[in-house]
């Protein structure tokens, strides 16, 4: 058996004039072999730049195009793969995009292995030891609070009891910041837990400090990402003196970023995303990282469904994780193949072949671009 053909695809929902928020551009992988079985991955990243990573012409054995790795090699090898593909991309660098790259890869391997042998991803990491996932919402705040308190109140009917807001901004804009959540929590009550996703935007340790005071009377359940992600010494400052939870860790690559980020921050949660941060093999590692250092796993995910599919079949398998981002977005890419469900706020795993997913061709072929 031998993969024969490599296909990145590159989605975007809006016009190149257009500014795209979470979730309305996306990077695709297809791995297919001579068996006519093909798997799918996914990397939540700069999809122009990782579709370059597959097309562009090998120079030599540290800067070769990912597909010319790929080709010929036995999908079932999947730990040789990786292996393989990580030297061949050396004047990449070691981190960043080139790992979203990778992560698509090995996404894409375990969905394919899954189907060769008529198992989930769950199986092939280990096996599932659960049947059901604790779901908390996340979305983007409308510009318009009364919308943005509609939503929450809609979310909290469908049954999740922690909901999670951020994007277009939001932490960067003051009394509307406040007035935001102020809105949700009059709507939902004090029964629903509230974290905000700041996406670093709250810059250094006395600023974050200072704002925090601002949504004290919330009663956060975590703030995520108040600043950058290397800014290690902030984030320990915070989580010490903060009395809510702090968390961060979506943009982190490969265990050695994780092991540092886990050991100097002090987060309560650590946050990473399955595309991102190496793919299935790597976030193996990163939760045994995260049990050795008394964090918290949570995985981040504001993708597609696929994202989702994926991060459940890790979840199934995992020791100690059981919480899964369920992702409230409302671009038309969200739905590039078949929904998790979600009912109740819970999850139930499905006993899939691979992860479970038929992709909407209709989507892809609507907005791909070539």
Known sequence: MKITKVEPIWLRAKAFNEPCEWGEDAFILKIHTDTGLFGVGESDSAPAVLKAMFTQPSTHGSCMGLSEVLIGQDPRNISKIMD??????????????????????????????????????????????????????????????QNTAKRALELKNEGFKLLKFGGDGFGAKGQFDIDTT??????????????????????????????????????LEWIEEPVPSESMDCYARLSQSLPCKITGGEALATKWEFAEFCKKSRVAIVQPDLTRCGGFLVMKEVEQIALDNGCELVPHGFSTQILLHATAQFLASSKACNLIEYSKSTSELFNICNALSCEDGVVKISDCVGLGITLNEEIIKKYEVK
């Open 84 to 145: 393989d593909l990580f030297e061949a991309s050396a004047y990449y660098g070691r981190r960043g995009a080139v790992i979203h790259a990778l992560s698509a890869i090995d996404i894409a391997l375990h969905d394919l292995v899954g189907k060769i042998y008529g198992v989930s991803v769950a199986t092939l990491l280990g096996g599932a030891r659960r049947e059901y996932l604790n779901a908390y919402a996340t979305f983007i705040p409308d510009r318009n609070i």
């Open 182 to 219: 102020r809105a949700i929590r009059e709507v939902v009550g004090d029964d629903i837990k509230l974290s905000i996703d700041l996406v670093g935007l709250w810059k250094n340790y006395g600023y974050a400090k200072e704002r925090f005071n601002d949504f004290a009377e919330f009663n």
